[in-house]
């Protein structure tokens, strides 16, 4: 008998994700009621993920469940807050018990990882398409900003950028990589991306201005900087890349895909140099995870400089309605 629309959700989303004491009411009803801690802001963000835009036709639910909130904790992450609360809007082309299944799977493990409690959405039939809201908080006045940095503060970024444009690339079949583990890396960078949460958190301590850099370093570290009234110097040798991004497309292809390969979900953030020295104690950059890659400066744009020569890097970010997109580790 096939799934009507009020059992599918019964099975996979009535119970998926956290249990959490702030939900009076959550997924059943025609709207959820929620608690917001006293003294905090809400924050809100919402993403949609389309099969063969942002992910490839076959792709395993498993990861899209997890990629679909991911991007939205990423957000959340980016602005230090706490997420809370998750609303899941699934479109899909017919009632795949299998792929409900892992999809559910996906989604849950991650909500429960980071205390995510599912609280309500909609299903319909259509192109197979998830849109999620994710609701957190922060203490009032202190969620960071893109339009809180100043020339001269310092830009770092978190992870190791570029492995996840590379992952897709081998998804898609436009890349080949001879070391299975190597290969299996880059492929989980994109299907399973982890929302640097933690360290979003503490960053309100230190970070003037934050970014999630989800459409490529080179563009998020300028849409920071513009939104900062500054320009930025990025320094080439001072990118982070993974040994296996190395060893799949080499030393020059790895820095150029750390600038404008998409989907990595790290943070790109500022911090005044008076700042620096404390963030680094507190925060050691090696447990986590993050490397000083600029500055940013008096003017406008970002500069990519090789030793002491400007270089030309034309590619600045995906831009759904711009016609850029993120290039093939393979060209």
């Known amino acids: 008998m096939p799934l009507t629309e009020f059992a ?7 119970d998926c994700g956290a249990v959490r004491c702030d939900v009076p009411l959550g997924v059943g009803d025609d709207a959820a009621l929620l608690e917001t801690p006293p003294g905090t802001q809400l924050v809100a963000a919402v993403d949609t993920l389309v099969e063969g835009v942002h992910f490839p036709p076959g792709s395993p639910p498993e990861s899209i469940g997890h990629r679909a909130l991911a991007v939205n904790l990423s957000d959340i992450a980016a602005m230090g807050a706490r997420p809370a609360w998750v609303l899941l809007s699934l479109t899909l082309p017919r009632a795949d018990e299998a792929w ?8 849950s493990r991650l909500a429960r990882a980071h205390d995510v409690a599912l609280v309500g959405g909609d299903t319909t039939r259509g192109p197979l398409s998830v849109t999620i809201q994710v609701l957190g908080h922060v203490p009032a006045g202190t969620a960071l900003l893109r339009s809180g940095g100043s020339a001269g503060d310092v830009l770092f970024v978190s992870g190791t950028p570029g492995d996840a444009a590379a ?7 436009r890349l080949r990589v001879d070391s ?5 890396y880059l492929r989980d960078r994109f299907r399973f991306p982890e929302p640097r949460l933690a360290l979003g958190e503490r960053l309100r301590e230190f970070a003037s201005a934050c970014i999630d850099v989800s459409d490529g370093l080179l563009g998020d570290a300028g849409k920071l900087a513009a939104a900062s009234g500054c320009g930025a110097r990025l320094e080439l040798s001072a990118l982070p890349v993974s040994d296996a991004l190395l060893r799949a497309v080499g030393a020059s292809r790895a820095r150029e895909l750390a600038l404008t390969g998409g989907d990595d979900y790290e943070l790109c953030f500022a911090v005044p140099q008076s700042r620096v020295a404390a963030l680094q104690q507190t925060l050691p950059p090696r447990e986590w995870g993050y490397a000083r890659i600029g500055v940013l400066r008096e003017g406008q744009g970002v500069q990519v400089y090789d030793a002491d020569a400007v270089i030309d890097i034309s590619h600045s970010g995906f831009d759904h309605f711009g016609g850029a997109a993120t290039p093939s580790p393979a060209d």
């Not at 599918?8 to 009535?14: D, S, T």
């Open 8 to 14: 599918l959700i019964e099975r996979f989303f009535r």
């Open 100 to 107: 409900l299944s892992g999809f559910a799977a996906g989604l």
């Open 167 to 173: 992952g897709l690339a081998l998804e898609q079949g």
């Open 180 to 184: 299975e583990p190597a290969a299996g």
